[in-house]
């Protein structure tokens, strides 16, 4: 249950963000409104969870993080969702 929100929460803070900013005549209400009701509807026991990396959907894309770590990219082998406090970065 709380996998789903942790899967995009801080992407989607900015997005509400961005979108009540930058069209602020039409959106600057509606948005963080309509942000907040949905986070709303989560459970507390999973608000401090984030997943800040997408999971690879492809053998490509598992390929490709190989890569990027061979290359000395930092990226851990478990990309499911983190208490907060252990993630290190925001994606």
């Not at 929460?9 to 907040?36: C, F, G």
């Not at 509807?41 to 190989?66: D, F, I, Y």
């Amino acid at each position: 249950p709380g996998e789903a929100y942790a899967y995009r929460r801080d992407a989607y803070k900015r997005m509400s963000e961005l979108l009540s900013t930058e069209r602020a005549s039409r959106l600057s209400e509606v948005v963080p409104a309509m942000h907040k009701a949905v986070m709303d509807t989560e459970g507390e026991e999973t608000r401090h969870l984030v997943q800040p990396r997408t999971p690879p959907m492809s053998n490509a894309a598992l390929s490709a993080l190989a890569a990027l770590r061979s290359a000395g990219e930092e990226i851990p082998l478990e990309l499911g969702p983190v208490p907060r406090e252990e993630c290190s970065s925001t994606f």
